[in-house]
C-alpha cells in the first residue's frame, strides 16, 4: 500500500481541501486499486484542523511537538507501521494533482522530488506581482531541477530507512533527507510530472519555510531594484 504523510498545526481553513485532493488522487485508476492511506499529523493543533481532517477522511495522529521534522517522522511511521511501500509527503496548504501518486510511482526512483505552483499571490498585497515575476524568474519547473519540497515529495519505504528517516528539525527536514539519500546512493528522480499548487501565505508554519523564502525573495528584489514594483505595476495597469 501507499501512505500520504501531511503535517498539519492550526491548517482548519486548508486541510480540507488539501485532503481532497489527496483522495482523488489515492483513487486515480493508473494506481490499478493499490490501498492508500491518508495520514495527517496534528502538530500542536489549538483549532478545528482535526476534527476537519477527520471529517474528510483522513486518519490523524496528534503531537505536540511544534516541529516540521518530528512530525513528518511521525507520520513516515505511521505509514510504515500500517505496511506502506510508497511514502508520499505534502503540505496542509497544498493541493496535489489526481494524478500525483500514480506519477511519481512511474518514474521508477526511489525517491521523487517534485516541483511546486503558486496560482494565487494576493497574499502578498502589493507585492504579489513583483514575487510572480520573481518566482517565474528563478524558479526551475521542468526535469532536472534542484528543488527539493516537503509539499512534493516520495519516497520508497525500504530506502526511506536506509537513509535514517527524516531528522527532527525545525526547518529544512525534507532537504536533509533527501542529502541522506543521496549519500546512501538511491536513485533519485528531479522531476516536474508530480504535479502540486502550493500556497504563497505570508504566516509561516515552519521557520524557514516556504513562505520565509518568498518573504525573503521581496526585501531582496526590492533592496536590489527599489523601482521595480513601480515598474510591474506600470506595465500591468489598464491604459
Excluded at 503540505?91 to 489526481?98: K, Y
Excluded at 519516497?155 to 533527507?177: K, P, Q, T
Excluded at 504566516?203 to 518568498?214: E, P, S
Amino acid at each position: 500500500m501507499i501512505a500520504i504523510l501531511i503535517p498539519a498545526h492550526n491548517e482548519e481553513q486548508s486541510i480540507s481541501e488539501a485532503i481532497r485532493a489527496a483522495r482523488r488522487a489515492a483513487a486515480d485508476p493508473l494506481l490499478g486499486g493499490e490501498a492508500v492511506e491518508l495520514i495527517v499529523v496534528l502538530d500542536g493543533c489549538t483549532d478545528a484542523t482535526g476534527v476537519r481532517a477527520a471529517e474528510a477522511g483522513a486518519r490523524t495522529v496528534s503531537i505536540g511537538a511544534r516541529n516540521v521534522g518530528v512530525a513528518r517522522a511521525v507520520g513516515a511511521e505511521a505509514g510504515l507501521a500500517l505496511g506502506a511501500r510508497w511514502l508520499a509527503f505534502t503540505d496542509a496548504d497544498t493541493r496535489v494533482s489526481p494524478t500525483w501518486l500514480a506519477d511519481q510511482l512511474a518514474l521508477d526512483a526511489d525517491a521523487v522530488c517534485g516541483c511546486v505552483a503558486v496560482d494565487d499571490w494576493s497574499p502578498h498585497g502589493e507585492h504579489a506581482r513583483l514575487i510572480d515575476l520573481h518566482f517565474r524568474e528563478t524558479y526551475t519547473d521542468q526535469d532536472g531541477h534542484r528543488h527539493v519540497h516537503g509539499a512534493n515529495l516520495g519516497v520508497a519505504a525500504a530506502a526511506y530507512r536506509r537513509a535514517g528517516g527524516f531528522r527532527h528539525l525545525a526547518c529544512s527536514e525534507d532537504v536533509d533527507l533527501v542529502r541522506s539519500l543521496e549519500a546512501t546512493g538511491a536513485r533519485i528522480a528531479w522531476s516536474n510530472r508530480p504535479r502540486v499548487v502550493t500556497s504563497a501565505r505570508r504566516n509561516a508554519r515552519a521557520k524557514g519555510g516556504f513562505a520565509d523564502a518568498l518573504l525573503e525573495a521581496i526585501a531582496a528584489r526590492l533592496a536590489a531594484a527599489p523601482a521595480a514594483l513601480q515598474a510591474v505595476t506600470a506595465v500591468a495597469a489598464p491604459a
